[in-house]
């Protein structure tokens, strides 16, 4: 008898202590989920940019939360208004609480310039080497450029493969002195400054040493380029 009582009691006690599973209409909205999450995205986003689309992942249909009865709440802890992919934080304060990450996209459709070609190093750019297609910034890791004007007659650093989104990164800086430039050689001896005439015998950059023909005798000097069309030397 006393073995009976103890199993009457133990089924008692599953029945009716123990706190019954939730039900399905008991459970929070995974949808109502994912469109707090959006909702936050999209403001962010739209602080940088004007027409920015939010895409938000689906969450495990499996996922079982209590229903959030203060309203649910969304944040971020960190700023999450740039292009690509972003995790969206949604929280429910009580009384059960809970708080659940949601992995979101916010794609930015911007025109930029791509190589319609490949394209060798060294290549300066014509018209026929590009073209112009919209294209997700937030699949790039640098920034583009969106006219072709601003890339015509530009140098290429490395090689090109088409439908590559092109960057400044992808040129060769213009040089500030072009080879055959005449220019003016500056030498300083003690307070007073000696200027000359001479010619570039190779391009440089501000900074760089360039070789220099001296018009006046003909020898060739080496010095630094103090700026366009000015080679500083020493005496």
């Not at 707090?36 to 996922?63: C, E, G, H, K, W």
């Not at 310039?113 to 790039?140: F, K, Q, W, Y």
């Not at 890791?141 to 290429?156: A, F, K, N, P, Y």
Request: net charge positive; proline share 5%; with cysteine.
């Amino acid at each position: 008898m006393k073995t009976l009582s103890s199993l009457v009691f133990a089924v008692f006690s599953v029945m009716f202590l123990t706190p019954p599973p939730l039900q399905a209409n008991s459970l929070q909205s995974i949808s109502e989920i994912e469109q707090t999450a959006y909702v936050f995205a999209m403001q962010q986003a739209r602080m940088r940019y004007d027409n920015p689309q939010v895409i938000v992942d689906s969450l495990d249909p499996r996922l079982r939360l209590h229903p959030c009865e203060r309203g649910m709440e969304a944040f971020a802890n960190r700023d999450v208004s740039s292009a690509g992919s972003q995790t969206i934080g949604v929280r429910c304060r009580g009384p059960v609480s809970w708080t659940i990450y949601v992995p979101t996209r916010i794609r930015v459709m911007q025109a930029a310039v791509v190589a319609a070609r490949p394209l060798s190093a060294n290549h300066v750019l014509t018209s026929e080497d590009i073209r112009t297609e919209m294209v997700d910034i937030g699949n790039l890791r640098q920034g583009v450029i969106g006219h072709s004007d601003l890339v015509l007659g530009q140098t290429l650093r490395h090689p090109i493969a088409a439908g590559t989104v092109l960057s400044n990164n992808n040129f060769r800086q213009q040089a500030t002195i072009k080879r055959g430039e005449f220019i003016q050689l500056i030498a300083t001896v003690g307070k007073m400054e000696v200027r000359m005439q001479g010619t570039a015998m190779a391009d440089a950059m501000e900074g760089e040493r360039l070789r220099v023909r001296n018009s006046s005798s003909e020898r060739i000097v080496e010095g630094i380029v103090d700026g366009p069309g000015r080679v500083r030397v020493s005496m």
